[in-house]
């Protein structure tokens, strides 16, 4: 069985969605909320779903369908 590990932050994507997420959180709490606190909260709260998403739409149909009538694949 393969295991593969895949480190939200590491991705571009993923760490701008944190720091959107600092930023609401901070507001919320009407002071500034670190960003390992936001992160911690972002990945247990919409970390799953957000993975999912971002890869999802890696394997569309449709994606891979408008590369081969551009000539690219």
Known sequence: MSHITYNLLKDPCAYYEIRKHKWFLSEKAGREI???TAAVDWVANY???WRLYRF???FRPEHHQAEAL???S
Do not use: I, V, Y
């Open 34 to 36: 670190g960003f390992a």
């Open 47 to 49: 970390g799953d779903a």
């Open 70 to 72: 551009s000539g690219r």
């Open 56 to 58: 999802s739409s890696l």
